[in-house]
């Protein structure tokens, strides 16, 4: 029998030698659990994967909690020390109208008491109405629901969009200005 360098390659060779398969038998039982091997590692790669996202949303989650909590004790709070320092600050103006008056008519001249005494009165009666808004300012703090307040607010942005947006715009530019200066 004669050898061909084409048998060596199992092609196809001279003589009674027939067309060879060198390799193609042991590749494809090869391939075929190498295949299912990779789709094994990539499936659990991915699941665990999709573990590890579940567990940082869940940490995620978790930590919004809190922060919302936590942000929700602090308004309260807030939202009580502001009531407490309107009130303080409608007592102040209460005393100090009341007080002022007696001084400015103490210290002025014979010929202008009756002026000086008008605008005295004038000027406690707007104390007063001024102290009555920061006392009411107080218990709205205090009687408001803050949740019920953003319902109001997100309902209002739903029924009038470009309304809420110009007001956003405004309130922007006023504190812009406001903290500039």
Known sequence: MESNTNDTFNTQSTGNSTTGTYG???TSATSSSASSTFDRDVSSEA????????????TAGDKLTDVGSSVREK???LKNS????????????????????QMAGA???DGSTAIVADETNRLAQTGNQLAGGMQASADWLREADLDGFKAGIERQVKEHPARSLAVAVGLGYLLGKAFRK
């Open 75 to 77: 308004a309260g709070t």
């Open 107 to 109: 210290s002025a001249a």
């Open 82 to 101: 502001l009531a407490d320092a309107l009130e303080s600050g409608a007592e102040k103006l209460r005393a100090q109208s009341a007080g002022g008056g």
């Open 47 to 58: 699941s665990g994967l999709a573990d590890r996202a579940k567990s940082v949303a869940s």
């Open 24 to 26: 193609t038998q042991g």
